[in-house]
């Protein structure tokens, strides 16, 4: 959330700078900033820890159920505040506080929970992990021997997310100070994150704080309570409000209702409308044309005998069209980086900014900086940059370590992953991934400063079809994809997760060193977490039904496009490739026309109304349900903005949160109450007035 800074900032009178720019750094500047070994102190790691914990559910529950997740960045931002703030101000008034809370130990709390976070994401449990495994395999109808099924199992998991996960942080850390500085890259979700932490440590900005983390456990509190309510009438599958019939039975079918997931509501909250209308327009356009289309010619484009999960059937259509969209898009956005990224290296004028930075080094922030006039103090335009500048040049960490420590991780994972945890894989394939991860790594990391969008997941696809085919299938090309995919991302994704955190520190004068500390702690914590909180979803329900509570639809996915690199497309359901190819097509055309629209129309902005490809992709698989959860969300914001824009930007993200969190919590309880084999009592099932007339004469014996 990023609001005014003129709203953030309070300054008397006397001390504001005498121009029409705003000087963030004005407000701090009689705050004495902590060296990096202040920065992370222990109460920063033990709330990190509570928050990873936390927060590793909650991706873990949304990477099980569609895939979508919503920047967290702010939560973590505000749910560090709120803890460190209520445990410092006890401290205060007991009089044992040793040391303030700084706007420095925010951004590294901030930074270790959304690194944890992250390897949630990039660990693949419920995409590339889960799609190794004998249930997921199953649904496919191929490459069904041991060499390509392997399943999950924490012990190896770990080791493996130990193994690979570090190299991304060294990879780009050598380009920090050329992306931040030289090229001032946005990385609009790091610059946000910056201004919000900066907020919250002004008067004005701690009083909207303590307000915003009311609202959100009143939110919390309200979703977590509902969620509870919700259990008591789900004793079997089909059972609650979550198979509630909005639209009627017939829309149901076609998976077109709403649920009653506060969770989908808050991510609707948080994601752009765009993103959410998107995924509306997919689902019309899936299951309300053509998927009973393509049913009613059953028996004659594929086998009427086969089951609904089968690849080489409907299901076969439903994954295959949707992995098509999504390599469409990823392709086109891969290319357009490279393109962008050439360009901007190669082409781009340097300004005047840019050749006095490389001619001589940051200035310092000194009295040259301020001048004083008739008893006003004047500060530089510059202050806020000169500022910075001086700090991310302290506590360097050197590039001959971060290239030693690559090369050295690299050299463990290359002999550890083949020999004790995929034999599929040789070492010659570990090398090759990590020589061409590097310079992924640093287009994924420059592409996110310009838009904010990460391409972890569509590099890592790209690796399964590619590793897959060279492996094939007798030699197990199918878990050999899925691993490599593992390899790539991990690498790919941290090394941007790392450069927004860098440009997060930068805007609050965290120590370069302290926030690279962070991230390799959080990365830690993550590597632990993330495959606990998987197993324990694992052992508590049927992960990857595609009707059950958690369907990990890119499991199936991420298995198809396997199975795609080692068999081809000979065995794929009749016309399933034509159509396959006409949406691979449609997703580059319609990225094209976007950016068209953007560059050569100003007037209407007509490209905010164009539907986004890879979000159309997922209800292919999927439905709509979580859709109109989502559409819900954003419809209840825009009534909010509507009715009051200021208290909306100021507390919107706060219950989007508060939703997302309760409601994903509940599934703690759940799972322990599944474990333990207590059931809810009650099962709420709908059925029509015929068939409920069937069902009480055949429970009246007449």
Known sequence: MERKKSDDFDQDDDQKPQHNKVLVEAAFRYQAVPPWTKQITVRAMVTSFILSIVFNFIVCKLNLTTGVIPSLNVAAGLLGFAVLKFYTAILT????????????????????????SGIAFSSGTASYVLGMSGVIAAQGDGAN????????????????????????????????????????????????TAYLINSFHTPKGAKLAKKQVAVLFKTFCGSFLWACFQWFYTAADGCGFVSFPTFGLQAKAQRFYFDFSSTYVGVGMICPYIVNISLLVGSIISWGIMWPVIEKNKGTWYSADIPATSLHGIQGYRVFIAIAMMLGDGLYHVAYMLIMTSYSLCCSPKTK???????????????????????????????????????????????????????????????????????????????????????LAFCNAYGAGLTDWSLASNYGKFAIIIFSAWVGAPKGGVVAGLAACGVMMSVVSTASDLMQDFKTGFLTLSSPRSMFFSQVLGTAMGCVLSPLVFWFFYKAYPLGDPDGPYPAPYALMYRGMALLGVEGVG????????????????????????????????????????????????????????????????????????????????????????????????????????????????????????????????????
């Open 353 to 439: 900014e840019d050749k006095n930075l490389e001619s001589s080094s940051p200035p310092s922030v000194n009295p040259s900086t301020a001048s004083t006039e008739a008893g006003t103090e004047v500060l530089s335009e510059n202050y806020d940059e000169e500022r910075r500048n001086e700090y991310f040049e302290k506590d360097q960490i050197p590039n001959w370590l971060a290239f030693v420590c690559y090369v050295g991780l690299a050299i463990v994972a290359i002999i550890f992953v083949p020999i004790y945890i995929f034999r599929q894989l040789k070492w010659y394939h570990i090398l090759t991934a990590y020589m061409i991860a590097p310079v």
């Open 571 to 702: 065995s794929l359901p009749k016309h399933c490739v034509k159509l396959a190819g006409s949406f691979f097509a449609a997703s580059i055309a319609i990225n094209l026309i976007t950016e068209l629209l953007k560059r050569y129309e100003t007037k209407y902005k007509l490209y905010r109304f164009i539907p986004i490809p890879m979000c159309m992709a997922i209800p292919f698989y999927l439905g709509s349900y979580f859709a109109i959860d989502m559409c819900a969300g954003s419809l209840i914001l825009y009534l909010w903005q509507r009715k009051n824009k200021q208290q909306a930007d100021d507390f919107a993200p706060a219950v989007a949160s508060g939703l997302i969190c309760g409601d994903s919590l509940w599934g703690v309880p759940a799972a322990i109450l599944s474990l333990v084999n207590v059931k809810p009592p009650i099962c709420m099932r709908f059925f029509s007035a015929s068939a409920n007339a069937k069902l009480e004469k055949l429970l009246s014996g007449d």
């Open 93 to 116: 008034k007991i009089g044992l506080l040793k040391q303030p809370f700084t706007r420095q130990e925010n951004c590294v709390i901030q930074t270790c929970v959304v690194a944890s």
């Open 145 to 192: 021997t041991p060499l390509n099924i392997k399943n999950p199992h924490v012990g190896w998991m770990m080791g493996f997310l130990f193994a690979v996960s570090f190299l991304g942080l060294f990879s780009i850390m050598p380009l920090r100070k050329v992306m931040i500085m030289k090229y001032k890259l946005t990385y609009p979700s790091g610059t946000a």
